[in-house]
């Protein structure tokens, strides 16, 4: 079993920023890709960003330039930088690991969530 544990969401002011952290632990001997997605009130749950093992990356358009997603492979770790945050990025932010575990499964974990408000 893998958990994945979030951390840093909150209240923001537009054009702030914020830092999400997102700890793996459990069953792991690697994680292929992470990422964070995110639900709006209402809306679908959408990509934000994904990065690799080999640190490729992939973001979405609304995010492009703002938000930066990193990893540290042997932390079992990611981050996503959001800088310039607007109204439209308020959301429940979610981890997601696609995970390769010992014993050989391989297995598609979420995190809890954190809420980002970005409001005046």
């Known amino acids: 079993q893998v958990q994945l544990v979030e951390s840093g969401g909150g209240l923001v002011q537009p054009g702030g920023s914020l830092r999400l952290s997102c700890a793996a632990s459990g069953s792991i001997f690697s994680i292929s890709v992470m990422g964070w997605y995110r639900q709006a009130p209402g809306k679908r749950r959408e990509l934000v960003a994904l990065?690799?093992?080999?640190?490729?990356?992939n973001y979405a358009d609304s995010v492009k330039g703002r938000f930066t997603i990193s990893r540290d492979n042997a932390k079992n770790t990611a981050w996503l930088q959001m800088n310039s945050l607007k109204p439209e990025d308020t959301a429940v932010y979610y981890c997601?690991?696609?995970?390769?575990?010992?014993?050989?499964?391989?297995?598609?974990?979420w995190g809890q969530g954190t809420q980002v408000t970005v409001s005046s």
């Open positions: 990065i690799t093992n080999s640190g490729r990356t």
């Open positions: 997601n690991a696609d995970v390769n575990e010992y014993g050989g499964g391989r297995n598609d974990y």
